[in-house]
């Protein structure tokens, strides 16, 4: 998507943004029904309607305004900042369906894909527009099912633009089964793939788009919370259709693991999907000033939104490939940042590490404002650990400053390789395409190739934390920790922290728990989120999830 277009005033936006002010809908099908001025404004011109189609993918979810992303709600990291909802709602389980955190809102960006659908399939628009136009229309929708689907289960299916007006109370459905929404999701991606050009304009849909929404939709069926018997067959599709991704030739790694986030390389031959921003507007990222090291030379820089845990710290393996559990790793807890693997110091600032020119330190009694927080009284980190991945070091100007055009990648090439592996493994195990796979997201970053002879359980581990580092910090998680079934363990407890201390001027090393760290998840019910309760009180045909 050119950004350019949507900073340009003209008259065609203006016409646009009256048409959008009547379309838009504030709560869940609640429809204002004047469509006259939207066929005059809006689907008399290819332009002014891609302009809307724009506006259809604006309603993609970006995490790089907010303080509390995603990656919070889970084991990988925790807020620095007091009373946010991943510490006080999420962590300790005691939200309800009316504050939890949920989805519902994709319902408004559906019914907009909808409206799009149908008043381009009745227009005169050329064919040869129509056909891929509707299908990046169809992918976004399928796209805001899947937020729905992942995070509530079975939702109710709209495929038309409602009017409450017109029609009364048979705009309010009934929830779809589980199943039936996500075969909705993964047969639309299979009906459009055709319709999408290989190579997409910077920020659209394209065939490696539709197949990967669909791989991962796939791969969440396959995975225990969905496949409870382990039917082979749902790995094996899975499998299949990341496979298709490969096969198509249009991506692959890119070279440097940790410039592939920042703005110069937006859009990169490793992005499938992404949301794009604009530095310098309202559509610019404030992630740096938002989630970033709080004092970097005696001057705040950012609030510390994202500490990562030493959870997620263990993950990382040493240089030498070989995770910090193995006696022959060479790992010593009492110089534990030496001889990590790259991606360690790419994504996380540690202390004696450096940030923006400045050295971090952690160390309790030296006097410095980023001493591990053990009361947990500011922003100062939590955990010991500030975050660096995707962080772009000349944007670090406290709070959302709104300065950096940084894509946030939805979908990349080096979580369909994973993706592929975990799934083959699954149905057929660990055999040379999935060792293939895994070698090379490993080999990008110089950590030698898996020793050969790995039994299914084995591969299967480390997939699992090939996955949580290579992915680390890019929302995907929570998702991971759902369809794995891993969230009633990694969710139930408490989080780490390290405490560092001078002791005969000497550092000492101690794994702590951090404060505010604890972690509550109920097996029986918090595998869903609640279907809101403002929803349930407007359509009484909605049943909620079970235990809410």
């Not at 060792?435 to 030698?448: F, G, M």
Request: charge should be neutral; proline fraction near 5%; include cysteine.
């Amino acid at each position: 998507m050119n950004l350019l277009r949507l900073n340009k005033v003209n008259t065609r936006i203006v016409l646009l943004i009256l048409a959008l002010g009547i379309f838009s809908c504030k709560d869940f099908l609640q429809v204002d029904p004047k469509d006259q001025i939207a066929d005059t404004a809006v689907w008399t011109d290819t332009g002014t309607a891609d302009l809307f189609l724009n506006n259809v993918y604006s309603g993609i979810a970006g995490p790089f305004n907010g303080f509390d992303p995603w990656e919070n709600f889970t084991d990988n990291a925790m807020n620095g900042v007091n009373g946010l909802p991943s510490r006080v709602l999420y962590s300790p389980s005691v939200y309800t369906a009316s504050n939890a955190p949920n989805w519902w809102g994709q319902y408004a960006n559906i019914r907009r894909a909808n409206l799009f659908i149908e008043k381009v399939t009745a227009s005169t628009f050329p064919d040869t527009w129509k056909k891929p136009k509707i299908a990046e229309a169809r992918f976004l929708r399928a796209y805001f099912y899947q937020l729905l689907w992942t995070a509530h289960g079975g939702v109710p299916i709209i495929t038309n633009t409602l009017n409450q007006n017109a029609q009364g109370d048979a705009i309010f459905r009934a929830r779809n089964t589980d199943e039936e929404t996500y075969k909705f999701i993964v047969d639309e991606c299979a009906a459009i793939v055709d319709d999408l050009p290989l190579k997409a304009e910077a920020g659209r849909v394209s065939k490696a788009s539709a197949l990967t929404l669909k791989g991962f939709c796939e791969l969440f069926w396959a995975s225990p919370l969905k496949n409870t018997t382990n039917d082979k067959a749902r790995w094996a599709l899975a499998a299949a259709t990341n496979k298709k991704v490969i096969d198509l030739g249009s991506h692959s790694l890119f070279a440097n693991y940790e410039t592939q986030f920042y703005e110069d390389n937006n859009n990169n031959v490793e992005v499938i999907f992404a949301k794009q921003y604009l530095g310098g507007t309202a559509l610019g990222s404030g992630k740096e000033g938002l989630w970033g090291p709080w004092m970097v030379g005696g001057v705040q820089k950012a609030y510390g939104g994202v500490d990562p845990t030493q959870e997620l710290v263990d993950e990382y393996s040493m240089a030498n490939g070989l995770p910090i559990t193995d006696p022959a790793s060479g790992y010593d807890p009492q110089n534990p940042y030496v001889n990590r693997e790259k991606r360690f110091y790419q994504s996380i600032v540690y202390d004696g590490s450096t940030w923006v020119g400045a050295e971090m330190v952690m160390k309790q009694g030296v006097g410095s404002r980023n001493a591990t927080d053990l009361s947990n009284t500011n922003e100062a980190t939590n955990t010991g650990y500030y975050l660096r991945k995707t962080l772009n070091p000349k944007y670090t100007v406290n709070g959302n400053n709104l300065l950096n055009s940084g894509s946030f990648i939805i979908y990349r090439y080096a979580e369909v390789l994973l993706s592929y592996a975990e799934a083959q493994n699954e149905a057929v195990g660990p055999d040379a395409s999935v060792y293939t796979a895994v070698n090379q997201v490993r080999a990008r970053s110089e950590l030698p190739a898996l020793k050969t002879g790995l039994t299914q359980a084995e591969m299967k581990v480390i997939i699992q934390r090939e996955r949580r580092v290579e992915l680390a910090f890019e929302e995907r998680r929570w998702f991971d920790l759902m369809r794995l079934k891993l969230a009633e363990k990694n969710l139930n407890g408490t989080l780490h922290a390290m405490k560092i201390e001078l002791v005969g001027g000497k550092p000492v090393y101690t794994v702590i728990p951090a404060p505010e760290g604890g972690k509550t998840f109920f097996a029986n019910k918090n595998y869903l989120l609640p279907i809101p309760q403002s929803a349930m009180n407007q359509n009484t045909k909605l049943t909620q999830n079970p235990n809410y």
